[in-house]
């Protein structure tokens, strides 16, 4: 059984991953920026609350979102938090949930590079990239996961599988099992310092 700091545990992947990580064993402790049953506050731009909610933990779930901020401010200043926090905390292992569009396509394209993909919001592809790009300057063992397509809001089901794959805008995946791929992620680690796509 591990000890997991799931930041950003009222959110619908950070939630999802309290619930598979506890339905596994795991000692969880969730915590959101405001008070609310059975999460504690914390705050995911203060190392040293980060720091604090991380010792003693075996490894961190980072779901993280501030739609009132500037995605360019918020995403770096979130991962240089994290990794000042938990470098202080002596944990290693971080599992960010992480997005499509940065993600290489199979041949080699990045999703949000590729003919006709919307780029209204690429300010805010680049900012996630911008958060990885800190954790590679980092000593923690990150791996970011995102879907390789998109969640699947239509069918939010668990189907209880994942496999690791390319981008590709068409494909689906559910927060229940994107949580399964986070929580594999820890009790058997497959991948290191890198950003992989998920889907069913």
């Known amino acids: 059984m591990s000890k997991i700091l799931v930041i ?10 309290v619930a598979e990580a506890r339905d596994r064993g795991h000692s969880v402790v969730g915590v ?13 731009m203060d190392a040293g609350r980060v720091a604090e909610l991380a010792v003693g933990c075996d490894a961190v779930i980072a779901g993280v979102y501030d739609g009132g901020s500037d995605p360019g401010e918020f995403y770096p200043r979130a991962a240089r938090a994290l990794v000042d926090g938990l470098e202080k905390a002596g944990v290693q292992r971080l599992m960010w949930v992480g997005l499509t569009s940065i993600l290489p396509t199979a041949d080699g394209t990045l999703l949000m590079d590729t003919d006709g993909y919307p780029q209204e919001y690429r300010s805010f592809f680049l900012a996630h990239q ?16 995102a879907p390789t397509g998109d969640f699947d809001h239509a069918d939010p089901s668990r189907k209880g599988r994942y496999r690791v794959s390319p981008a590709d805008a068409e494909e689906r995946i559910s927060y229940a099992d994107l949580a399964i791929a986070l929580v594999d992620e820890i009790d058997h680690p497959e991948h290191h310092r890198a950003a992989i796509g998920v889907t069913v």
């Open 8 to 17: 950003g545990a009222r959110g619908r992947a950070g939630s999802a991953a």
């Open 32 to 44: 959101a920026r405001t008070a609310s049953a059975g999460l504690v506050v914390g705050d995911v």
């Open 130 to 145: 911008a958060a990885l790009d800190v954790f590679a300057e980092s000593s923690l063992d990150w791996v970011s996961v």
